[in-house]
């Protein structure tokens, strides 16, 4: 009834017009209303889409499409629910998670495009002042995280575990030369070798592959084997993180795909 009604009630407010002038204006306002309508029913019907499918990649998708759409705060919520980030774009009216300051860290280090030769030769300059980081094998597990937050905390720094451009500088000026390692040849890149050096088992690859499809990143199975499907659905969510998408796992990539909360 409402939409029957509407029309005879725009009609009669265009009435002191010209007929031709009320028609024009009459069919513009019709039209306008029309187009609202159906922007609206888009906007609703893709965010039922994303509840659908649950996943980190549905509510981006979402997101991109409807930036500003009716139920964009509901995705951003959504999204920090299932742990994963929040698009830039859109960002969360509520607090982040307790850890947040610490994802934070970890972009900013992320951001800085560090090779596994430059992590190898943070590790050694660690070690060389103090900071023993283990084997400096550029896989910077506990003990080097450990190691750079004892080293923030000497240097009255934000203890985070991750390092700044800054702190990288600073550390290289109190270790002094060390011996840096060759770096990788091009035909094994960073990624490749580090996931090498990872050494995942078994079930820890049906693991990583479990958890990207729970997150909406089709592996087309859990087998174990880290073929082509696997490397893509890799490199998307390595994207949609902000991460070079190299389809490879780092280690800090490894446990932060883990500590994703996945259906």
Request: aromatic content about 8%.
């Given at each position: 009834m409402r939409f029957h009604a509407?029309?005879?009630?725009?009609?009669?407010s265009f009435a002191v017009a010209s007929p031709v002038?009320?028609?024009?204006?009459?069919?513009?306002?019709?039209?306008?209303?029309?187009?609202?309508?159906?922007?609206?029913?888009?906007?609703?019907?893709?965010?039922?889409?994303?509840?659908?499918?649950n996943t980190a990649r549905g509510y981006r998708s979402y997101l991109a499409k409807f930036p500003n759409g009716a139920y964009r705060i509901n995705a951003n919520r959504a999204l920090v629910?299932?742990?994963?980030?929040?698009?830039?774009?859109s960002p969360p009216t509520q607090p982040p998670p307790t850890d947040g300051a610490t994802q934070t860290a970890a972009s900013i280090e992320a951001s800085l495009g560090l090779g596994r030769s430059q992590r190898i030769q943070i590790q050694q300059q660690l070690t060389a002042?103090?900071?023993?980081?283990?084997?400096?094998?550029g896989l910077w597990g506990a003990k080097t995280r450990t190691a750079i937050g004892q080293?923030?905390?000497?240097?009255?720094?934000?203890?985070?575990?991750y390092v700044t451009a800054r702190q990288v500088r600073l550390l290289a000026l109190?270790?002094?030369?060390?011996?840096?390692?060759?770096?990788?040849?091009?035909?094994?890149?960073?990624?490749v070798v580090e996931e090498r050096l990872l050494g995942l088992n078994f079930d820890e690859r049906r693991e990583v592959q479990r958890r990207l499809t729970a997150l909406g990143y089709r592996t087309f199975g859990f087998d174990g084997n880290f073929g082509r499907n696997?490397?893509?659905?890799?490199?998307?969510?390595?994207?949609?993180?902000?991460?070079?998408?190299?389809?490879?796992?780092?280690a800090d990539q490894f446990r932060r795909l883990l500590g994703q909360p996945g259906q």
């Amino acid at each position: 009834m409402r939409f029957h009604a509407l029309p005879l009630l725009l009609a009669a407010s265009f009435a002191v017009a010209s007929p031709v002038q009320a028609q024009t204006d009459l069919g513009k306002a019709i039209s306008g209303i029309a187009q609202s309508l159906l922007a609206q029913e888009a906007d609703r019907n893709a965010y039922v889409q994303a509840q659908r499918l649950n996943t980190a990649r549905g509510y981006r998708s979402y997101l991109a499409k409807f930036p500003n759409g009716a139920y964009r705060i509901n995705a951003n919520r959504a999204l920090v629910k299932l742990g994963a980030s929040v698009d830039p774009t859109s960002p969360p009216t509520q607090p982040p998670p307790t850890d947040g300051a610490t994802q934070t860290a970890a972009s900013i280090e992320a951001s800085l495009g560090l090779g596994r030769s430059q992590r190898i030769q943070i590790q050694q300059q660690l070690t060389a002042i103090g900071y023993p980081t283990g084997i400096a094998d550029g896989l910077w597990g506990a003990k080097t995280r450990t190691a750079i937050g004892q080293w923030q905390k000497a240097n009255k720094l934000v203890i985070t575990g991750y390092v700044t451009a800054r702190q990288v500088r600073l550390l290289a000026l109190q270790a002094g030369p060390v011996v840096a390692p060759a770096p990788g040849t091009p035909d094994q890149p960073d990624d490749v070798v580090e996931e090498r050096l990872l050494g995942l088992n078994f079930d820890e690859r049906r693991e990583v592959q479990r958890r990207l499809t729970a997150l909406g990143y089709r592996t087309f199975g859990f087998d174990g084997n880290f073929g082509r499907n696997t490397r893509l659905a890799l490199a998307d969510w390595q994207r949609d993180e902000g991460l070079r998408a190299s389809g490879y796992l780092t280690a800090d990539q490894f446990r932060r795909l883990l500590g994703q909360p996945g259906q």
